[in-house]
C-alpha cells in the first residue's frame, strides 16, 4: 500500500479531507491537476469577497455626506491585492499539507479501481480515497464563451479593466454578487434571469428586496427573460423574448453565471462502482461515503449545496470518519450571499415548513429597529424565523447588513436544537447587529420591545 488515504482534487473539500485524515494519524496524498485551493481560493468566493468588500467600503462612504472624501477604486491596485490574498491562502494551505506530511502530486487523477488510482502514468495503491474534484461552470450553445466578451464569472472578475455596459446572463447567487461589483465600479448592468424571481429558489421576500436594492442602484432586471447571444463582435448583442415582448440587448461583455456541473466525467467511477445520481454528481450518505464503502466524496461533485461552506464542512467529516472517528453532516447548511445588503439564509421557509406538515409561524424584524443598524447607516432589510410549536427555530432568512455573519449564530442555535427560550436568555452585547436575534426572541414571547 502506497498511501492510507489519497484525496483526488486539491479545492477547500479535498483540502479538509487530506488534513483532517493526516491529523488523525494517516499517511496522506493528495493529487490535484491544477493549483491547491482549487475554485474558492483561487477563482471564487475570496477573490469576488476581496473585489466585494473594497467596493462596499466605497458605496458607504458615497452614502455618507458626513464622510468628506472623494474616494475612487484603483482596480489595478485592488487586483494586485487580490493576487496577494490568493497567494498567502493558498500558500498556508500548503504550509499546513506540508506540516501533516501530505504528499502533493502535481496531476490528473484517474480511478481504477477501488484501491488504484492513475497518476502521471503511474498507479498509486491507496487504502481509502475521496474524490473531491469540485465542479465546472455549464456552457450552453445559446452563450457560447469565447475568452474575449462571453465570460464566465472568474475571466470577468480577472479583467485588468472592465468594459462600460455589462449583461450579465442569470440572477442567481453568482449573478447577483458580481452585480453588486460591477454596478458599485460605476458599470452598467444588466441582468438576465430565466425565471420569474431573481435569487430563483429562495426565500421570495428577500429575492424581492434583493431586487429593490439593486434596481435602486440603477441594474436593470429582465425577469422571465427566455435570452440568447445574436451577435458578440465588438458587442456582445442578445435576443430576449419576455412574457409580454421582445427586445434586443446589447453590451460590451456579458458574463455567463447559469450554473455548474460536477467535474466527474472521465473520473474512472465506473471503475469503483462508485454511484451517481441523474444530474452526474456522486451518491453520497451522511458520512460522504459512496456507493463503494472505501470511496468518500466531498464538495461540489457530492452535490447540492454547491458552497464551500458545504465543502470544508464535508471534507471534515469525511476525514474523521477515515481517521476512526464517527462524524455525520451538520442538519443545516447556512447560505451566505454576498450582494449589495448582506443575505444570510438557513433551514426551511414558513411556505415549506408548513408543505411538510410541521405547524410553524413567522416572526420578523426589521432592521430599522436595531439601533446598531442605525449608527453603521444602513437600516434597510430583516430577520425572519420561522419556529415551530415548541419555540424551535426551522429556519432563518435575513437580509441586511452583517446577515452572513449572524447567520452562524442561528446556525449554532438550530444544529443545537436551542428553543426562542434558550436565546431568550442569552444576553446579547449593545450595539450590535446580532440584537436582532434577541429581539426576535423578545418578540415571539412578549411582543416589540425594541
Ligand atoms: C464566483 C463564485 C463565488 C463563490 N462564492 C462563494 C462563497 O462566497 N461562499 C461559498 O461557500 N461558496 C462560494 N462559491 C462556491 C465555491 O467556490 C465552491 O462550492 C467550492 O470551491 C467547491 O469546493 P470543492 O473542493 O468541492 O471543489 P473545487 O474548489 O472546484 O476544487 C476541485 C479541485 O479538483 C481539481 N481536480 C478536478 N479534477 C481533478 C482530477 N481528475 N485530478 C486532479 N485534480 C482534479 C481541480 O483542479 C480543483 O482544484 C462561489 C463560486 C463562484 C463561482
Known sequence: ????????????????????????????????????????????????????????????????????????????????????????????????????????????????????????????????????????????????????????????????????????????????????????LGKDITILELMPQLLPGFDKDIANETKKRLEEKGINIFLNAKSKVIENKDKVRFSVNLPTSSETIEGDLAVITIGRKANNDNLGLNNANVDVDQRGYIKVDNRAMTSNHKIYAVGDCAGIPLSATKAWRQGIVAGDNIGGKDNFMPKYIPISIFADLEIGLIGKTLDEAKKTGIEAREIKVDMSSIPRAWTVNEIEGFLKLVIDNDGKILGAHMI???????????????????????????????????????????????????
Open 1 to 184: 500500500m502506497d498511501f492510507d488515504v489519497v484525496v483526488i482534487g486539491g479545492g477547500v473539500g479535498g483540502l479538509a479531507a487530506a488534513l483532517r485524515s493526516a491529523q488523525l494519524g494517516k499517511e496522506v496524498a493528495l493529487i490535484e491537476k491544477d493549483r491547491v485551493g482549487g475554485e474558492c481560493i483561487n477563482r471564487a468566493c475570496i477573490p469576488s469577497k476581496t473585489l466585494i468588500d473594497a467596493v462596499k467600503i466605497l458605496s458607504k462612504t458615497k452614502n455618507s455626506p458626513w464622510i468628506d472624501t472623494n474616494g475612487k477604486i484603483n482596480y489595478e491596485k485592488l487586483n494586485e491585492y487580490k493576487g496577494k490574498i490568493i497567494n498567502s491562502l493558498r500558500e498556508n494551505f500548503i504550509k499546513n499539507l506540508n506540516k501533516f506530511n501530505v504528499k502533493i502530486i502535481n496531476g490528473i487523477g484517474k480511478i481504477k479501481s477501488s484501491n488504484e488510482i492513475q497518476v502521471n502514468n503511474e498507479t498509486i495503491v491507496s487504502d481509502k480515497m475521496v474524490i473531491a474534484t469540485g465542479s465546472s461552470p455549464i456552457s450552453l450553445p445559446d452563450f457560447p464563451l469565447n475568452d474575449r466578451n462571453v465570460l464566465d464569472p472568474w475571466s470577468a472578475m480577472n479583467l485588468p479593466e472592465l468594459p462600460q455596459s455589462i449583461i450579465i446572463v442569470g440572477g442567481g447567487v453568482a449573478g447577483v454578487e458580481l452585480a453588486t461589483l460591477f454596478r458599485a
Open 400 to 450: 441586511g447588513e452583517g446577515a452572513t455573519e449572524i447567520i452562524n449564530t442561528i446556525a449554532l442555535a438550530m444544529e443545537n436544537n436551542l428553543t426562542m427560550k434558550d436565546i431568550y436568555r442569552v444576553t446579547f452585547s449593545h450595539p450590535t447587529l446580532t440584537e436582532v436575534l434577541s429581539e426576535a426572541s423578545q418578540r415571539y414571547y412578549y411582543g416589540e420591545i425594541y
